[in-house]
Structures are given as structure tokens and as C-alpha cells.
């Protein structure tokens, strides 16, 4: 079955048409969740008046990003008053004594502690995103705040692995001079940024 507006192949499952924007009339938009048939096909010509999904733009995924940026500071101050507790204050103290140098186990220790934090963090933040994208939710805590949702190029929920791509995507857009990689959601067709480019993800409104 082709898009009725501009003829372009529909996906299986497909909520809107990935070339023009334009949702398919026996299907209901507005939900993030996997999208359900309509008990009755619409006439083309309703299908003709549909509007395109609403993307969500840069100022909204800002404060979105925000919202979960705080979260997971949150979470890297518990993990270190974790550390803390369990290595004891008197490790750390050492390293900073003035005039004394550190034996080398200690140093080892220290290295080794620091790399397992950022490894967690990284971790922890990659499965927690990739989870949350990829569930009925289709959004971080950040994004269910403002009301915005991750969805395929036509609608559909995003797999894990997909979620994963994006993630780990953002990378890439921050690479890039000037965050010009997320600044791209403010002036794109579609309010792509570079890392939802590559995973071909779309982010819009409730």
C-alpha cells in the first residue's frame, strides 16, 4: 500500500507516510504507543485533510534535555557519596596531602576507581535512554515532561537497538563545533538533529 498523498511505499504499521509527513487516515496519531487501526478505513479525501505530525522543535527538546541532564547529576552525586562510603574518606584524603606523594598502588586505585565511575555513568545513562525510548513510553522522564516522544521516520516505536544508535549518536553531534549536531533541531524540515539523522528517528509532540 503506497501514501495516497505523494505515492511513496507505506511500512507495515507505518502512522504517517516517512517522505511527506502525511499520517494515514485509518490510523490514530497522538499516541506513543503503538498506533491502532481505525474500526472503519477513512474516505481519501480525509485523508487529503489530515495534518502532519507535529515535530517537536530545539527549545522544547532543550528543556527536555535539562530535565534529564539534572537526573542523571542526580545520579552521578549518589554514585560518588556511594564510592565515598565504601573506599572511605581517608583514601581520598591521602592523594590530596600536600607535600606527600601517593604509593603507586594507591595511584592504581585511584585510576581504577575513576575509569569504573565513568564507565557506570556511561552505562547507566545509555541503558536508562535506550530503555525508556524503546518502551510504550517512547520517551525519557525529560521528554514525558514536555510532552514530546521518539518515534521511526514513519511513527512506529523505535527498538532497543535503534534507541542504542541514537544514544550513542550523540556523540557525533557533540563532536561537532558549536553543538551545531543538536543545534540542527531548530531549523531541519523535520527537527532532526544530527544523531536523529543517523538513527533516522523523528522527536514529536503528544
Not at 607535600?99 to 603507586?104: T, V
Not at 521511526?152 to 550523540?170: C, V
Not at 531548530?186 to 538533529?193: C, I, N
Request: proline share 4%.
Amino acid at each position: 500500500m503506497n501514501c495516497p498523498a505523494c505515492g511513496a511505499e507505506r511500512p507495515r504499521g507505518a502512522a504517517f507516510c516517512g517522505s511527506c509527513g502525511r499520517p494515514f487516515g485509518d490510523y490514530s496519531i497522538g499516541s506513543p504507543s503503538q498506533v491502532a487501526p481505525r474500526l472503519a478505513t477513512a474516505p481519501s479525501a480525509a485523508v487529503t485533510n489530515r495534518v502532519a505530525p507535529a515535530y517537536a522543535g530545539f527549545w522544547l527538546r532543550f528543556v527536555a534535555h535539562l530535565i534529564d541532564g539534572l537526573i542523571v547529576l542526580f545520579g552521578a552525586v549518589v554514585l560518588a557519596l556511594l564510592i565515598l562510603a565504601i573506599v572511605g574518606v581517608k583514601f581520598f584524603r591521602t592523594l590530596g596531602e600536600a607535600g606527600k606523594e601517593p604509593d603507586a598502588a594507591t595511584t592504581a586505585a585511584f585510576i581504577a576507581i575513576l575509569i569504573g565511575y565513568i564507565v557506570v555513568l556511561v552505562v547507566g545513562q545509555w541503558l536508562d535512554y535506550a530503555w525508556m525510548e524503546s518502551s510504550e513510553k517512547q520517551a525519557t522522564l525529560g521528554k514525558l515532561a514536555v510532552g514530546i516522544y521518539v518515534t521511526d521516520t514513519e511513527g512506529r516505536r523505535i527498538s532497543f537497538g535503534r534507541a542504542s544508535g541514537r544514544f550513542f549518536a550523540k556523540i557525533i553531534s557533540g563532536l561537532i563545533p558549536l553543538w551545531i549536531g543538536y543545534i540542527m533541531a531548530g531549523f531541519t524540515e523535520k527537527k532532526q538533529a544530527l544523531h536523529d539523522m543517523i538513527a533516522s528517528c523523528l522527536v514529536v509532540k503528544r
